[in-house]
């Protein structure tokens, strides 16, 4: 093997090489879809949080209106024994 042909062999895999290298402006534009994606990614997971938030404020409201009327139940039930005792 000759010293050019060497040459030639090298310089052509440092031109594949090259090709397939990233750059500056590729790594800038991976960044900003990166930031991109993380942004999309935040406004749907913040939309879950605030369902799952307003499920838990709504189930707590139903679980305090439920116990009330529980409650009074259990009242108007022990009025009545309390009534039926005196009939």
């Known amino acids: ?32 879809e990166i930031r991109g994606d993380t942004v999309e990614i935040l406004q749907k997971v913040d939309k879950i949080v605030t369902h799952f938030d307003t499920e838990g404020k709504d189930r707590a409201a139903y679980d305090v209106l439920h116990k009330r009327l529980t409650d009074d139940f259990h009242n108007h039930d022990q009025r009545i024994k309390k009534l039926e005792a005196k009939i």
Do not use: C, G
């Open 1 to 32: 093997m000759t010293l050019d042909k060497l040459a030639r062999i090298t310089q052509d895999q440092f031109l594949v090489v090259r090709e397939n290298m990233v750059t500056k402006d590729d790594l800038e534009n991976l960044k900003e």
